[in-house]
Structure formats: C-alpha cells, structure tokens
C-alpha cells in the first residue's frame, strides 16, 4: 500500500509539472439569486490536477471596478480536475469543496463536506492563450442532488 501511495503522489506531481495556466472569468447564475459574477482561475497539471477559482459577486459588469474596490464576501474553490485532450481542445470536468471568505476580517466558512461545486469546461487553446467556457453547479453526493443553482462562465488563460 505505501508503495502504491509513493507512485500515485510522483505521478500526480509529475502530471502538475507540465502544465499551468492563470486565468480571469465572468459569468452568470441561473436560479437562485440570478448574479453575476467575476473572478481568477490558476490550474497546475495537464490531465490530472489541481486547481484554485475565485468568485466575487457583482450587480452588474458595467460597475465592475467600483464593486471589487469595496470587496468583502468571495468564494474560494480549491479542487481537483481531470482533463481530456482533443487536438487544440481540451475537455475537463473540476470538482472542490467551497469556502466563503470574508476578506476585510479573514474569517471564512467550509460549506458542509457532502456539498461540493462541480463544473464540466472547454478550453480552447489559441497559441499561449487559452479561451474557456464552463457550465458550473453546487452539489451533494450523499445523497446525490444539485442545488438547483447553475451558472455558465467563460474567459480567457495564459498557460506556461
């Protein structure tokens, strides 16, 4: 069992070796309370790996720069993806716990370990630049239900 532990933890860490990627996104909900939203995507791996996204509610994109300047409430995702390579394409499916952060007191909330955020992408390769959509929703496994709230998202990543 040691043994199969050490191989799995230098695949995986191989696998994160070979590709990243830094990425901003904006996106809306579907259900729930309709916002809008924007935030930052960092992925390390290629096939298998992990990633980190962040979200900050907006009411509206015009006013974009005002909101973030007051930020106080964002939603930190730090998960896992598994990902297939089509050609310049690369189909992928993440899934994480969720964590609400206030940032002005640093105090944070762990939603409950059975509710997970789930998203399945497409991201398309243009050269160093990627472009990305997603269609995203919050989960249980135990029993298996979703939330009921979606939301799609798009955006741009560089990847290195």
Request: net charge neutral; no cysteine.
């Amino acid at each position: 069992m040691k043994k199969l532990l050490v191989l799995l933890s230098v695949v995986f860490i191989a696998a994160m070796a070979m590709s990243m990627t830094l990425g901003v996104l904006a996106g809306k909900e579907f259900g729930g309370r309709e916002r809008m939203y924007v935030g930052a995507q960092a992925t390390l791996g290629e096939t298998l790996g992990i990633g980190l996204d962040v979200y900050y509610p907006i009411s509206s994109f015009e006013k974009v720069a005002e909101e973030i300047s007051s930020a106080q409430i964002i939603e930190i995702d730090p998960g896992l993806f598994l990902a297939l390579r089509l050609s310049s394409m690369k189909v992928y499916a993440f899934v994480s716990p969720m964590i609400i952060m206030n940032i002005q007191t640093m105090d944070y909330q762990v939603l409950p370990m059975n509710t997970l955020r789930g998203k399945l992408g497409v991201r398309f390769k243009l050269g160093a630049l990627s472009a990305f959509v997603e269609g995203i929703t919050a989960f249980q496994y135990s029993p298996f239900a979703t939330s009921g709230v979606y939301g799609a998202q798009g955006g741009i990543s560089l990847g290195f």
